[in-house]
């Protein structure tokens, strides 16, 4: 979905954002450009509409207090993303240690938040899609959402996650071959 600023290019947001008086307007474009997009990202991670918009909050906090580091040696949508997947990971981390719950058990609460979710509109099929993505481990699961969802490059994701083009597409494979077995009734979790 495009909103009003998304044709806006990188290049003058971050100039905006360097520029004393405009620091605020640039800031504030790159909210509106990427919100929704690094929302979804952050959502399919941790599943619940208002942890999502936690993790969202944070990251815009982190990426306004980050910028001046940012130096242009990758997109900035892939620095964006790294910032938004690492915030999801790093809540996903504190809510294991906070109710210290085995993967299994982590993996179901995921599950159940799903069912219960009055957000989710989705039909049987996607459930069940989303049942099975909630059971891969989080690195194959990071990897799918990445290319299934947001249909991004392997080099984009490498730059992301900060991993191999290779491992990314091995890490798809799996994922992949794991979802199918799950949906067609064969699990191999």
Not at 57 to 72: A, W
Not at 107 to 130: I, P, T, V
Not at 159 to 175: C, D, I, N, P, Y
Request: with cysteine.
């Amino acid at each position: 979905m495009k909103t009003p600023h998304s044709d806006i290019a990188d290049e003058r947001i971050l100039a905006l954002m360097q520029t004393g008086g405009n620091a605020e307007r640039g800031f504030r474009l790159l909210v509106e450009k990427y919100q929704e997009r690094l929302y979804w990202q952050i959502r399919r991670l941790v599943y619940d509409h208002e942890d999502a918009n936690d993790v969202l909050q944070n990251c815009f906090i982190k990426i306004f207090r980050s910028l001046h580091g940012f130096e242009g040696k990758s997109k900035l949508y892939t620095w964006l993303y790294r910032i938004a997947t690492n915030e999801a990971i790093t809540f996903l981390n504190k809510k294991k240690l906070k109710y210290a719950a085995s993967l299994d058990s982590e993996d179901s609460g995921l599950s159940n938040q799903l069912r219960a979710d009055q957000y989710f509109d989705g039909d049987e099929a996607q459930r069940r899609l989303q049942e099975a993505i909630v059971r891969l481990p989080e690195k194959q699961r990071i990897v799918f959402n990445l290319r299934y969802f947001d249909e991004m490059s392997y080099a984009d994701m490498s730059e992301v996650l900060e991993t191999s083009e290779g491992a990314l597409k091995a890490s798809f494979h799996h994922a992949v071959k794991k979802i199918e077995s799950y949906v067609s009734g064969v699990e191999m979790f």
